[in-house]
């Protein structure tokens, strides 16, 4: 049975092309592309993804407004039957105001857009987005955003360690985020949501320096992880 997995497309939107030729370079299937305004998700779904951009221009809280989309009712409801989903950067940001993810994504320290290549270490193999990493692994990522400072209260965080919910931390401080964490899984390990874009890291021609193919690590994961089930 083909792989299917479906890219979620919000007003201001900008990565949401980088994404569907992400999965479609691992998989060889292409993306369902899915607008905002839809009620329905596609059926059969094996992967959903909330791609990175400024969704409404982010104008309001980062995400706020796109939480509200009628498409994400069914991304909630197919995610609470086991759907995988993924969301990076502004997909992030949506999947916590939509509460799937706890926490909140708050402006980053300094108050500047930080977009680089950063070093992040694989903190859970337990999800099917990080079964392919090792424990404390260092790999490496770009980033791009303006609002990526994940925040949530200290029995929050100390609950998200304590159940291994922590998907990868910055390897050095990059944009205030709580604890250093970059990227956090649902108490399932079904939903992942990163700051960092694993999508523009998937050529392993690459320079490492600019990711190589550690973002296509993680989109393999996934598909091995959904084969197998």
Not at 21 to 44: F, K, M
Not at 78 to 88: F, H, N, P, S
Not at 204 to 213: E, F, M, R, T
Request: glycine share 10%.
């Amino acid at each position: 049975m083909a792989y299917r997995a479906a890219v979620i497309t919000f007003p201001g939107s900008n990565c949401d092309r980088d994404m569907a030729t992400a999965l479609e370079a691992v998989s060889g299937a292409p993306a369902i592309r899915v607008w905002h305004g839809d009620a329905e998700l596609p059926e059969r779904l094996d992967l959903i993804a909330l791609p990175g951009g400024f969704s409404y221009g982010d104008y309001l809280r980062s995400g706020a407004m796109a939480a509200t989309s009628p498409i994400m009712r069914a991304v909630v409801a197919a995610a609470e039957r086991g759907v995988a989903v993924l969301g990076v950067c502004n997909g992030f940001q949506v999947l916590t105001e939509a509460r799937l993810l706890p926490g909140a994504l708050l402006r980053n320290a300094g108050q500047r857009f930080i977009c680089r290549t950063v070093a992040l270490t694989v903190e859970n193999t337990a999800s099917p987005f990080t079964a392919g990493y090792a424990h404390g692994e260092t790999i490496r990522i770009p980033v791009a955003h303006h609002d990526g400072n994940y925040y949530a209260d200290a029995e929050t965080l100390d609950r998200l360690e304590g159940e291994g919910r922590v998907a990868f931390r910055y390897a050095e401080a990059v944009n205030g985020s709580a604890r250093d964490i970059a990227g956090v899984v649902s108490a399932n390990g079904r939903v992942l949501g990163m700051m960092p874009h694993p999508e523009r890291a998937i050529e392993p021609a690459a320079h490492p320096s600019l990711g190589g193919a550690d973002g296509r690590r993680l989109f393999e994961n996934v598909l091995a992880s959904l084969a197998a089930a």
